[in-house]
């Protein structure tokens, strides 16, 4: 399988991710240290936490969907490995994470981190086997996958659009991937394929066939992401 992937973006991402998280943490000590050495500027103390507050934030955000172990681009490349040269991988420069092309059409694979038991009941998504404090901070933030998928194949098809100048372009198929081997998935009745690690490149292997980029089309979405066929 052809890799295509933005380290600079990831790691940039990543460090601000980093940075904002420990001057969240500086600002939080330092409005600490005003109430007890300065009480009557209660305003400062009040702004720090709230200050403080923020940035911590930001930086569980940032932390959260870039600072993962491994990065989001290898875990996907990961969930897909054995797949030959004629699937290419496109990781954040397409306007969906992770834009896959295949033999029998186009892809997005939103890739999911959490643990537990993941279930859809036909009307929203659960989770259950992680702690409260967790989802609080955003590390098993859940959400809504199946429209954030669509969300991810309807950005790849603006961009596609964009790039070949042309309404026309074939139709992009979301899928959700749960990345943890541990995630227990049961979500049949999901509006778009959600599909435990083990069962992603069976999936991808055995999809139906639909239209796809024409060789010349493929050629300038690759010229676009700055790669030469």
Same mark, same amino acid.
């Given at each position: 399988?052809? @890799?295509?992937?933005?380290?600079?973006?990831?790691?940039?991402?990543?460090?601000?991710?980093?940075?904002?998280?420990?001057?969240?943490?500086?600002?939080? =000590?330092?409005?600490?240290?005003?109430?007890?050495?300065?009480?009557?500027?209660?305003?400062?103390?009040?702004?720090? &936490?709230?200050? +403080?507050?923020?940035?911590?934030?930001?930086?569980?955000?940032?932390?959260?969907?870039?600072? /993962?172990?491994?990065?989001?681009?290898? =875990?996907?490349?990961?969930?897909? /490995?054995?797949?030959?040269?004629?699937?290419?991988?496109?990781? !954040? #420069?397409?306007?969906?994470?992770? $834009?896959?092309?295949?033999?029998?059409?186009?892809?997005?694979?939103? +890739?999911? !981190?959490?643990?537990?038991?993941? #279930?859809?009941?036909?009307?929203?998504?659960? %989770?259950?086997?992680?702690?409260?404090?967790?989802?609080?901070?955003?590390?098993?933030?859940?959400?809504?996958?199946?429209?954030?998928? %669509?969300?991810?194949?309807?950005?790849?098809?603006?961009?596609?659009?964009?790039?070949?100048?042309? *309404?026309?372009?074939?139709?992009?198929?979301? &899928?959700?991937?749960?990345?943890?081997?541990?995630?227990?998935?049961?979500? *049949?009745?999901?509006?778009?394929? $959600?599909?435990? =690690?083990?069962?992603? @490149? *069976? !999936?991808? #292997?055995?999809?139906? @066939?639909?239209?796809?980029?024409?060789?010349? %089309?493929?050629? %300038?979405?690759?010229? !676009?992401?700055?790669? /030469? *066929?």
């Amino acid at each position: 399988m052809r @890799k295509i992937s933005n380290p600079r973006m990831l790691k940039r991402n990543k460090q601000i991710g980093n940075i904002s998280h420990i001057a969240g943490l500086l600002v939080l =000590a330092g409005g600490l240290a005003v109430t007890f050495y300065l009480p009557e500027r209660l305003d400062l103390s009040y702004l720090s &936490v709230i200050l +403080g507050f923020i940035l911590v934030n930001i930086g569980n955000t940032f932390t959260n969907r870039w600072g /993962k172990v491994p990065p989001p681009d290898e =875990a996907v490349d990961n969930l897909l /490995k054995g797949l030959d040269n004629r699937y290419t991988i496109v990781h !954040y #420069r397409l306007g969906a994470e992770h $834009a896959l092309f295949t033999p029998n059409g186009i892809v997005t694979i939103l +890739g999911k !981190y959490e643990r537990g038991k993941v #279930r859809f009941d036909g009307k929203k998504w659960r %989770q259950s086997g992680v702690s409260g404090f967790m989802k609080f901070f955003g590390a098993e933030a859940l959400g809504n996958p199946s429209a954030d998928s %669509q969300f991810e194949s309807e950005a790849l098809t603006r961009k596609l659009r964009k790039i070949l100048k042309t *309404d026309d372009v074939p139709p992009v198929r979301p &899928v959700i991937a749960f990345v943890n081997n541990t995630t227990q998935v049961e979500a *049949d009745s999901s509006p778009v394929p $959600a599909l435990h =690690a083990s069962k992603v @490149k *069976d !999936y991808i #292997r055995h999809l139906p @066939k639909n239209p796809t980029l024409r060789p010349e %089309q493929f050629r %300038q979405v690759l010229e !676009y992401t700055g790669v /030469k *066929d």
